[in-house]
Structures are given as structure tokens and as C-alpha cells.
């Protein structure tokens, strides 16, 4: 709060030498006008933080729906490996992502249940062979390189630790993307406070310095574990 | 109250503080600074499964083994396929970069027919029976003859193909570009009473003698190239390189032999006299499997001492000598030629001289030798009924002068056609197919081949691309690209154990384009009655299946087939030596007095100078001392350039007999004196604008010289003058 201090005591050592006129002419000088000015640099300090913190991250993002809703809490019911029965790796390691039709067609060739999304999911998608345009939460942008096995598989990490109890779902939130860069809002956090680096679980927030400090805490060192190079090319491939 | 400027003032300062507590003036400057690096023009691949299809790479002869990577129907990398008996998991940068071929924007997508002299788009149907009328009305009017054909290569079922429909149609005039291959072929003949293509068993060997062949500059087959290089250098065998320039071959072989231009096979007869003289020659080899060699080695003692050999040469006679003894003295040696990446052919005599010092030391049909490869005979088509048409119009001479009596083992000699069309009366040739090649930009005297094609009156194009001939055709019916279609790929670009690649459909066509194979069979089939039957398939992938029979299985399950082997007929380990006549060396094009300098081409790695022009990646790769902005850069030795005051860096006018270009001035002690020197592969005016108006086309500075023996184009170079401007 010191910038706030600092701005009064300039602005009552400047009003003597800059309104001597007024001054003069004024009843009680003094009280009221400081009182005032006060009371205008409140209002445009409140008014500048509301924009700031409520205003600004409401039009920064846009918000999407997915095309259809998914209920994950049903769908791990159903499963024996947890995440990984569907959010699995492939034979040469690589990650499989979001799941494509071939896996769900097992199952969803006919309608299963009364949902609106499952019809609309058999219907449209399904029966059309077309893959259902999933809006990514966590997609990172293109230049960021990220080894899900090196994580999941050598350092046993829980998916939680970075993708959050989604498992535990029974609906998929609205999808919001930033307006200027395009990318999600997951990435640089739901709530205004993880805009400044602040964050209350390891999930809120996946940016370049959450990779750093995880690296950091775990490992001693920011540099990669399996290949022990440090340097931007780790991960901006 | 009143409101006066010091409460907006303090409202300024109170929101300026609000806001830089707020996230916004933090966040807004971190998202700028993304959105600048958001750049839509990066390629980023699929995010999916990877799956790998193994096919073969048809970008240059070379045949090597590729395995693509695909994400769904997208190819996403080619690499060299790991165990291939060409290439085992090695590749080049333009195989690498075939990706950027097939999804090119340069691309043709469907058959275009030119009307006022520029492209409209018409059906495949159409196209087809256009090409069928047009044909049927010369062969009506008995000018059957007067279609010819140009194909890439003479082997495999694609050419086959046209020769079939030609020879059933009733025209003699099957072309194709020749090579290396066909001057050894020649000496075949002359050697073992058959055609056989050159192979090396280079993996063996233990001295290599390189007459110009740049081993690591796209000779031969590239990438086994590279692999051989790389195990004589860790097995430290002896690699001596004769070649005018400093090649990357040169700077990094044992022995570099800077040789005055053109007068390689000299130097080998001086070589072959110390072998002589000193007796180091394989006796037994000489008694049981040579001919002629008392009257050759007459001849060579007669005329080649060293002395003599080292003034025509210039290269000292100490080092003859002692080249002649460690070449006679190692083991395995070989001896080759084919300058820069072969794809110019030599004189029978010069490749006679060269392929004399293998035999000498008996590198011939042994391990670590030299091998005649017999030609891939795996294509064994039904008979055809000629009717009197197609036998009259067969029984014209061709165009070209091949296979006449003046040049008997002569198949093609493409060079010449330029000349015959603007020399005959009327329209020596009134159609003309062309396939996988560019002869608009490829062959020697491009400006007068283009002036010669733009004479006939019906031209049709069989590219994938908009290449220099596809822009002149009247007519064009793109072909898919080699990652989209079924071929076969005969390999026998010096490999000692030919074999057949096959080409897969890695992914499904991008656009509206047909196997080249298919559209020759609908064409036959639309021209009916005798035509029509010689072509018993029902499409080309039929007519591959057949072809191939049991092989067809195992070449698709494994991409290869090996055709030769190690055990060849004895006929084919003999060796005649041929006494050395005056037809070399072969003298350079134009007036010396007025021309003073030797202009001499090279190849690289980095450009592709055949019928696929360069992609953009590989475009990348060429340096600033061989193209800067548009301008090629011709290497002089600095003594050179002293003498006709031209400055690196310079712009100077560049005149040979052939025609004159502006070029810049590149100073290298990797050349000689009097020698100057610019890669071919550059001075595209056809393609995209990564390829386009990129340099000088050496071509168009080159014109043919004919070996007298079987007339094949052997120009080495041509005298030149440069010129400050």
C-alpha cells in the first residue's frame, strides 16, 4: 500500500503551490479538500480494481459449451484401470488424449439410456463416423513439448495433480478461452488470483513457471529428468 | 461542490493504482506477448496415433527403402527404412522432404486441357478420349510414327507400358534421358555380348579409384553411398578421388587428384601402363577370363607412358605411378566413373579405359568388384498381333538415329530430338507423351528443346507438378504422387545386387489424380481393335499383379525383392579389352581463342537436379556461395578472376556457345585455373516461387557432344568466358 501513501502526501505537497488562488478564496481550507481528494482516489482505486479483477476476466475469456455433456463419475463406475481405461498409452508410449470413437463404439452403438447428449452422441457422431469435437481443457499450446509417460510412468505421478478431480464429474464445464491468445483458460487458471501466479491446488494453473516449480520441489532442478538438459528446448520443441 | 481538476487528478492516480494491483496490466502483457508468437503459418502435425507404412522412395533412381509416418490419412515424416538392403534406415534431404511434395500447393489437381494459351480444367473421361481421337487421326492419316514418347527410365511396368502401346500403335520412338548406366551397358555389349547394367560391390572393396563420381554427392545410389563412404573411412580404405573441382567427395577422400577437365580416362591408361610396366597385373585373371589384351596393352605401352599421361593430365607422373602400384597391390580394388551424380553419360572408350583397370587386377565378378548386372527381366507381357498400320509405322526409322547402323546398341539417344523436330520437314513429330521427366529443363540446350517442343503440335504431360514441360503440354493428366500410388521400382543405379522396390499408396489421393499406368491402359482401351487388346488388364494394379505373379505377394509384405545375386553367369565375368582410339578425350564445345575458360557443372546433396525439382526444404539448405538472393554464384579459382579483373562478390556476364547469363563471381582455390564452376538444379522457371527464378539453369549453357561410338551425349563442359558488368 505504499504506492497509495506515497500518491497522497504528493498530491496535498503539490496543492499549495499549484491552486494558491483558491485557497484563498476558500472558507475552510484544508479538511474538506483532503477529505475529498480522498475520497476521488478511493473511488478510482475501487473502481480500477473491480475492472481489474472482475470486469477484465469476464471479457478476456469467452466461453464455448463442449458439443456434448459426459459424465465421467459414470463412466469410472463402469471401468476397471481408472483414468487410464480410456485416457490410455499406446503400445510406443505415446499418449492417447481424448478418446476417439473406436473406443466408445463398443458400447455406444446403440442408445444407451435416455439422454438428450447420448442420442445426440449416437446420432450425430456415431452413426455418422464423424469424431466428436471435444473441446480440450488442458491442450497446452503447439510449441510446448510434454511427455506424458516421462510423468505418469516413470515419475507415477496422479493425473489429479495436474488435470484435478475430473474423474470425480458428473457434467463438463463450459469451456473458456482467452480472446487475445486463444488458448484455454485452464492453463492460466479459472480464478482471477491465478492470473498472478497464486493458486491453492497444484491443478489450478499450468503454465511455463507451475512446470518450474514442480521441477523444482521434486527434483532439485528445473532441468529434465530423464534427459538432465536444461535450457528452453526441454520443452519448447 | 465543485468538481475541480484535483479530484480527477486524484481519481487518475487512485485507478492508476487499482489497476496495477489488478491482474490486467500483467495479464494483458503476458497474452500480447503470446498472441505475437501465435504463428498460424506453423505446421503442427495432428495430435493421434502413429502408424508407419514401409514403400519405396522414387525421387530420384536411387531407390531406397522409406518408412512413413502417418497420423490418420496424414503423412507426417519419411524415414529411411531400417534394414533395407539400399538404404538400411538412411535417407536424404529430398527424401525427407517428400512430404512437402505431396502436400505442395504446386500440385496438379486433375487434367487440364490449354485453350488460347492458358490451362482450363476438363473430366478425366474427356481427357482420355482426346488423347484416343488425336492418336487414332494420326494413325488413320499413317503418321503413326510420328508420336513419340518420353519416359523418365526405361525400366519398370509404367514405361513398359508406353513402349508397349508405342510399338502396338506403330511408333519407334520410345526416348528416355540417358546416364552412366548406358555407357556401361555399352561396354556390356562390347564385353559380354549382352547389355548389363554397372554394379559395384563397394561394401567389400579396399581401394577405391574414383574417376570423377561423386560418391558422396548423389552418384549411384545416394544414400549407400554415404553408408559405403563411411566404412571405408572407419575401415581406413584408401578413397582417391580424380576430379577437376574440390567436391565434397574430394575434401574428404584420402587422395584428391585435381585433373585438367575431360581427360579422366587418359589418366586411367597412364595408371594402366605402370601396371603393365611393372608386371602388377592378375595373371591368372588376364589368361582365363580376358580377350584382347596382348593388343591392348600394345597400345597403352605405345601411347600412354606417364610422362606423356602427366601433360595431358596434370597430374604429376610420381603420383601415377604410385596410384598404379596401390591400386594393382590392394585387394578389392575398384575403379568407376560417371561424373558428379552420373546422370551424364561418358564415351565408350573413357569407360573402357576405366572398367580396363578392375580387369587388370581381376575386380570382376568377384566379391569386392565389379559386377555386369544383368537387366531386371521380371516383365514377361503376352505377345500382341501388329496390324499393318503399327508394322509400317514400326518399320520407320526413329527420330533420335538409335538403334540405326551407324549406332546399333543404341536405344535412345534423347538429346538429339530437339534438333530432328527443328531440322525435318514439316512435323517430324506430331504428338509426343511425357512422363516422369522434364526435358524442358533437364536436357543439354534447354532454350532450343523448349523451342523444339513448342513445334509440335499435340504435347501431353503426364506430371505431378506444374513443372517447365507440363507448362508447354497442350494437355495434361497429373500422376499421383509416390505416396499415393502402387509401382514397381527396378533399383539398379550401380547396386551389385539389383532388386524390384514397391511403391504403396501411403495415403489415399490428396486430389483429382490417376495413376499414370492407369491412364496409359484407358487410353489403349479407348483406341479399340488391336491397341485395345494388347492391353488384356483390367487397370494397372491389375496389370502390376500379373506382372509380378508370385512375386506380388512377397513384394507387398516386404517391399523389396532381391533379382541378382552374387553367382553370375561366367560370360558375364569376362572382360574384352577395347584398344584405345582417338575418340578421347572428348573436347569441350567452342572456340577457345574467343571462350578461355572451361565451364564444368557439379551436383550436390542440397539440390535436386533431375525431373523432381528441389522442394522448399531442401532449398533451405543451399549456402550463400552457391545461390545468394536469386543470383547463382559460379566458383573461380582467384588467379582466375586476377587475370580477367572480375571481384568476389562481382556480378559478371557468363557466355558460353549455348547462350549467356549474369551471374556473381564466387573466389575458391577449389578449382583450377582456367576451370569454372555452378551446380545444376538451379534457374527454375516453371514450379512455385520456392524453386522459381532461383539461379541459373546449367542447361541452358551446355549443348551435347556426341561419343562416336554410340552417339550418347558425353559433354563434360563447355569453354566459357566471363565478363565483369
Known amino acids: 500500500m505504499s504506492t497509495e501513501d506515497e500518491n497522497i502526501k504528493e498530491v496535498e505537497a503539490v496543492e499549495p503551490a499549484e491552486d494558491e488562488s483558491s485557497r484563498l478564496k476558500s472558507e475552510n481550507p484544508g479538511n474538506g479538500i483532503a477529505g475529498m481528494t480522498v475520497l476521488f482516489f478511493t473511488i478510482g482505486f475501487a473502481a480500477s480494481l473491480i475492472v481489474g479483477w472482475i470486469v477484465f476476466p469476464n471479457l478476456l475469456y469467452s466461453k464455448k459449451e463442449q458439443p456434448i455433456d459426459f459424465n465421467h463419475v ?22 492417447s488424449g481424448v478418446p ?18 447420448e442420442a445426440v452422441f449416437v446420432e450425430e457422431y456415431i452413426s455418422k463416423g464423424k469424431e466428436v469435437p471435444w473441446l480440450i481443457y488442458s491442450k497446452q499450446p503447439d510449441c510446448v513439448f510434454f511427455s506424458h509417460s516421462a510423468h505418469v510412468r516413470l515419475a507415477k505421478m496422479d493425473c489429479v495433480t495436474c488435470h484435478g478431480p475430473i474423474g470425480e464429474s458428473t457434467t463438463l464445464k463450459t469451456y473458456e478461452y482467452n480472446r487475445i491468445t486463444g488458448y484455454s483458460r485452464d492453463i492460466w487458471g479459472r480464478n482471477p488470483e491465478n492470473m498472478l501466479g497464486l493458486k491453492k491446488n497444484t491443478w489450478d494453473r499450468m503454465k511455463m513457471n507451475d512446470c518450474a516449480e514442480c521441477h523444482m520441489e521434486e527434483t532439485g532442478r528445473k532441468s529434465s529428468v530423464s534427459t538432465h538438459k536444461d535450457g528452453c528446448f526441454v520443452c519448447h520443441k | 461542490m465543485k468538481i475541480d481538476r484535483r479530484y480527477f487528478l486524484s481519481l487518475g492516480i487512485g485507478a492508476a493504482a487499482g489497476t496495477a494491483l489488478s491482474p490486467l496490466p500483467w495479464k494483458s502483457m ?4 503470446i498472441w505475437s508468437q501465435n504463428w498460424p503459418w506453423t505446421p503442427v502435425p495432428p495430435d493421434g496415433e502413429a502408424t508407419y507404412e514401409n514403400s519405396t522412395c522414387t525421387l530420384c533412381p536411387g531407390g531406397c527403402g522409406i518408412t512413413v509416418r502417418k497420423i490418420d490419412d496424414r503423412v507426417i515424416k519419411i524415414e529411411g527404412r531400417k534394414g533395407h538392403p539400399v538404404n538400411d534406415g538412411g535417407i536424404c534431404s529430398l527424401g525427407l522432404s517428400g512430404a512437402q511434395l505431396l502436400y505442395s500447393p504446386t500440385r496438379l489437381n486433375g487434367p487440364m486441357i490449354k485453350v488460347n494459351g492458358s490451362f482450363q480444367k476438363i473430366s478425366w473421361d474427356e481427357a482420355i478420349s482426346k488423347i484416343a481421337e488425336k492418336l487414332t487421326d494420326l494413325r488413320l492419316q499413317g503418321k503413326s510414327h510420328t508420336v513419340a514418347a518420353i519416359t523418365g527410365s526405361p525400366r519398370g511396368t509404367v514405361p513398359n507400358l508406353f513402349k508397349r502401346f508405342l510399338d502396338v500403335y506403330g511408333s519407334p520412338n520410345f526416348l528416355y534421358p540417358s546416364s552412366f548406366e548406358d555407357s556401361y551397358s555399352h561396354l556390356a555389349k562390347k564385353t559380354h555380348g549382352q547389355k548389363a547394367l554397372p554394379g559395384f560391390d563397394f561394401e567389400n572393396a579396399d581401394y577405391i579409384l574414383s574417376f570423377g563420381a561423386g560418391i558422396i554427392e548423389g552418384w549411384g545410389s545416394p544414400v549407400r553411398m554415404f553408408r559405403a563412404n563411411s566404412n571405408w573411412k572407419s575401415r581406413h580404405i584408401k578413397l582417391v578421388q580424380v576430379e577437376p573441382r574440390l567436391s565434397n567427395t574430394a575434401a574428404k577422400s584420402d587422395k584428391w587428384l585435381p585433373i585438367k577437365p575431360g581427360t579422366e580416362a587418359v589418366l586411367a591408361l597412364g595408371i594402366a601402363y605402370v601396371i603393365l610396366r611393372e608386371s602388377l597385373f592378375d595373371q591368372g585373371f588376364i589368361n582365363n577370363r580376358t580377350d584382347e589384351f596382348s593388343a591392348w596393352r600394345e597400345g597403352v605401352l605405345e601411347t600412354y607412358h606417364p610422362a606423356r599421361v602427366a601433360g595431358i593430365t596434370g597430374i604429376e607422373q610420381e603420383t601415377i605411378n604410385t596410384i598404379g602400384r596401390e591400386f594393382a597391390r590392394a585387394k578389392k580394388p575398384i575403379a568407376l566413373c560417371g561424373r558428379g551424380e552420373g546422370r551424364t553419360s561418358e564415351g565408350i572408350g573413357e569407360i573402357a579405359a576405366i572398367q580396363a583397370l578392375n580387369a587388370l ?37 526413329r527420330i533420335d538415329g538409335a538403334g540405326s547402323n551407324q549406332y546399333p546398341d543404341t536405344d535412345s539417344l534423347l538429346h538429339r530430338l530437339p534438333r530432328a523436330i527443328l531440322s525435318g520437314k514439316g512435323e517430324p513429330v506430331n504428338a509426343i507423351l511425357i512422363a516422369n521427366a522434364n526435358p524442358c529443363y533437364t536436357l543439354p540446350d534447354t532454350q532450343t528443346v523448349i523451342k523444339a517442343l513448342k513445334k509440335i503440335p499435340f504435347k501431353v504431360s503426364f506430371s505431378t507438378y506444374m513443372d517447365e514441360t507440363a507448362a508447354l503440354s497442350d494437355l495434361i493428366l497429373p500422376n499421383h504422387s509416390y505416396l499415393e500410388r502402387y509401382e ?18 501411403v495415403v489415399s489421393p490428396q486430389l483429382n489424380t490417376k495413376n499414370t499406368g492407369d491412364v496409359i491402359i484407358s487410353i489403349a482401351k479407348a483406341m479399340k481393335g488391336s491397341i485395345s487388346d494388347a492391353f488384356p488388364w483390367k487397370n494397372y494394379t491389375d496389370c502390376l499383379k500379373t506382372t509380378l505373379g508370385k512375386y506380388w505377394n512377397p513384394l507387398q509384405n516386404n517391399g523389396y525383392m532381391k533379382i541378382s545375386n552374387y553367382n553370375p553367369p561366367e560370360k558375364m565375368t569376362k572382360f574384352v579389352f577395347q584398344v584405345p582410339d582417338k575418340t578421347f578425350p572428348v573436347d569441350p564445345e567452342g572456340d577457345e581463342k574467343v571462350l578461355p575458360l572451361i565451364l564444368i557443372p557439379n551436383d550436390s546433396m542440397r539440390l535436386s537436379a533431375g525431373s523432381t525439382g528441389s522442394p522448399p526444404f531442401l532449398m533451405k539448405t543451399v549456402s550463400d556461395t552457391v545461390l545468394k538472393d536469386n543470383d547463382t554464384l559460379v566458383q573461380v579459382n582467384p588467379n582466375t578472376a586476377k587475370k580477367y579483373g572480375l571481384k568476389d562478390g562481382g556480378y559478371a556476364l557468363l557466355k558460353t556457345p549455348r547462350g549467356f547469363k549474369k551471374v556473381k563471381i564466387y573466389l575458391s582455390q577449389g578449382i583450377g585455373e582456367g576451370v569454372i564452376s555452378f551446380p545444376r538444379g538451379l534457374g527454375h522457371t516453371a514450379y512455385d516461387k520456392y524453386l522459381a527464378d532461383k539461379g541459373v539453369n546449367f542447361n541452358e549453357l551446355i549443348g551435347p557432344v556426341e561419343d562416336p561410338a554410340s552417339g550418347l551425349d558425353v559433354a563434360w563442359g563447355i569453354r566459357a568466358s566471363l565478363t565483369k558488368v
Open chain 2, 361 to 397: 587386377v581381376g575386380s570382376i565378378g568377384i566379391r569386392g568388384g565389379a559386377f555386369a548386372v544383368p537387366e531386371p527381366d521380371y516383365i514377361k507381357w503376352p505377345e500382341f498381333a501388329l496390324d499393318e498400320t503399327a508394322a509400317d509405322g514400326l518399320n520407320q526409322k
Open chain 1, 74 to 95: 459414470m463412466h469410472m463406475e463402469e471401468v476397471d484401470d481408472g483414468c487410464e481405461s480410456c485416457h490410455f498409452f499406446r503400445e510406443d508410449g505415446t499418449y
Open chain 2, 30 to 33: 503476458d497474452d500480447s506477448s
Open chain 1, 100 to 117: 476417439k470413437l473406436d473406443q466408445c463404439i463398443d458400447c455406444h452403438e446403440e442408445i444407451q439410456g435416455d439422454s438428450r447428449d
Open chain 2, 488 to 505: 514397381d521400382v527396378p533399383v539398379t543405379w550401380s547396386l551389385a545386387k539389383s532388386l524390384i522396390g514397391l511403391t504403396i499408396p
